[in-house]
Each structure stands twice: as structure tokens, then as C-alpha cells.
């Protein structure tokens, strides 16, 4: 944007939103054209008060749901969903999911430095197509309605969102986790922590992942290939006993130490393997203990 009149026009349809990044510094905006969407604030609008929103704009493309930590942006089409849904315990459980994210990684907004979250929402879009069954950008996910994501995040059973756990984790990778064949697996390091706070089985300590754990456990130790194996769950397994085994605060001690790190401008190790190996003994160094035997 330029000092002065700026004239911009929209050539999609969609959401319109208006953020002023000069800090401190008051800006004029007028939105012309377009139309009010129902919005729903849990603990804030009352559902009668949303009804009719819902019936009055009922022409309106979209509906908004707002909590603590997420803004999902609902296509009207899915407003058949709505009759008997209880908003405020949907959006809670949305936000819980991106709670204990945050607190698996020991990122509050309550924190100062390379701990401090930033304040900004887990965007959540609505479209009718996107890749895979759902999808995580840099700047959203997407739960589309060709694969009936959308409508499952927005009113399927509360204890089968592994997809969102999944997709709200990907927001949250860092470079030091992202090694080759590793990005669909650590990415559900925090899913498994989001389980369990629900109250929900830890999804590795099924029978299958169980048969599967024997069965690696069978190749000779000198045989063996983390980056070789099909079944990321078990792959899962060994970031996840890190967890079971130093205590839920692991990842937080660890990921606080690579921000630092990052925070100080350290460059990152330059091959694959510099990077694997990085990750093995910082987390030895957080553990306190030599992990030689284990990795």
C-alpha cells in the first residue's frame, strides 16, 4: 500500500479481511459491495442471537465461527449442520486441540521471547475442492467438502478429528523436524498429546501399530532402517517415547532450545544428515542422557 488513497478491487468472491500492520499508527477503510455473514464469538453471541443472523443472511455465502484460537470460515451450504449443534462446546474443542499444541511446544501468549505465541487464529477454510482429505498452508488449513471434511470438522464425532489434530500440527513443524520422510510423521508428535488430553486411546497403542512394532522388532538390529520404513506409525513410535519417556514437557524443552538457536541466527546444519543428527543430540542434551543406544 502507498501513502494516500489506495482503490482496491476484489476479482474473487470471498471473505474480506483488514489488518493495519503500522503499529500504532490509525488507518481509514471503507469496504464497499458484498454482504453481513452470520458470526457466531463463543461465549459471546448467543445461539438465538445467531439463528437469526443465520435466517436473516441466509444469502450470505458463509458463516463464521470465532474461539479463543481458531476462525473458521463455514460455506452456508453446511448451515444444515447447524440445528442442535452446540457452538460453544464445537469451538472449545477446537480450541483445546490448539492448546495443547501449544503447550506440547511450550508456546504460551502468556510467554516473553522464543516462548511468546502470537495472538493470531488457526485460520480454517471451507472450499469446495483442496488436496488430500485436508490440507495446511502457511497461512491456513483447509478442510474442503469434496471429501466431507468440512462438514465432519464441523459436526462429526468429537473423538474422530484426527484430521484436525493432524492439519493444525503442520502449522506448527519446524525446520529441525522436517527431514526427508519425516514430515507426515513428526508432524502428528502433537496429535498424539492432543489425544490423550481429550481422554481419547494414544492412536500408536492400537492392535495393528502393535503387530507392526513386533514386527520391526524382528530385524536384526544392523538390518534395521528408520528412513526405510513404509508404516509411519511406527515411525511415530519413536518420537512419541521420547514423550512417554522424558515427560509431556520434552518437546517444549526441545523445541524452546531450536528457537533459541534460530532466535541467535545459528545457521542450520547444511545436508540431510546434519540435520538428523542435530535433532538426535539436542535432544540428548534436553534428556540429560546418552541416546546413542536408542537412535
Do not use: C
Amino acid at each position: 500500500m502507498n501513502p494516500g488513497q489506495n482503490r482496491i478491487e476484489a476479482l474473487v468472491d470471498g471473505m474480506v479481511y483488514v489488518q493495519n500492520r503500522i503499529y500504532n499508527t490509525p488507518a481509514t477503510v471503507e469496504i464497499y459491495g458484498g454482504q453481513p455473514v452470520p458470526t457466531y464469538v463463543k461465549g459471546v453471541t448467543s445461539r438465538a442471537d445467531f439463528d437469526v443472523q443465520v435466517e436473516t443472511w441466509n444469502t450470505a455465502p458463509f458463516f463464521v465461527l470465532v474461539g479463543e484460537y481458531v476462525l473458521f470460515d463455514v460455506q452456508m451450504v453446511l448451515a444444515t449442520s447447524l440445528p442442535g449443534l452446540d457452538l460453544d462446546r464445537r469451538i472449545e474443542m477446537m480450541d483445546s486441540v490448539v492448546a495443547t499444541t501449544n503447550a506440547l511446544y511450550g508456546l504460551s501468549k502468556y510467554a516473553n521471547d522464543a516462548a511468546h505465541k502470537s495472538a493470531h487464529r488457526i485460520h480454517i477454510i471451507n472450499p469446495d475442492v483442496g488436496p488430500g482429505y485436508a490440507s495446511a498452508t502457511g497461512y491456513h488449513i483447509t478442510f474442503q467438502n469434496a471429501t466431507a471434511a468440512g462438514r465432519h470438522l464441523l459436526a462429526g464425532p468429537e473423538n474422530d478429528q484426527w484430521g484436525f489434530y493432524h492439519e493444525v500440527g503442520h502449522t506448527y513443524q519446524m525446520k529441525e523436524f522436517n527431514y526427508r520422510g519425516a514430515i507426515e510423521v513428526t508432524v502428528n508428535i502433537p496429535a498424539l498429546a492432543v489425544q490423550e488430553a481429550q481422554g481419547y486411546p494414544n492412536r500408536i497403542d492400537s492392535v495393528s501399530v502393535r503387530n507392526a512394532v513386533a514386527q520391526f522388532r524382528q530385524t536384526p538390529i544392523a538390518e534395521r532402517n528408520f528412513l526405510g520404513l513404509t508404516n509411519g506409525w511406527v515411525q511415530l513410535l519413536m518420537f512419541d517415547q521420547l514423550r512417554r519417556g522424558f515427560g509431556a514437557d520434552f518437546y517444549a524443552r526441545l523445541s524452546q532450545q531450536f528457537r533459541l538457536e534460530n532466535a541467535k541466527g545459528i545457521p542450520e546444519p547444511p545436508t540431510e544428515l546434519a540435520v538428523m543428527q542435530h535433532f538426535m543430540l539436542t535432544a540428548a542434551t534436553v534428556a540429560e542422557r546418552d541416546l546413542t543406544p536408542f537412535f
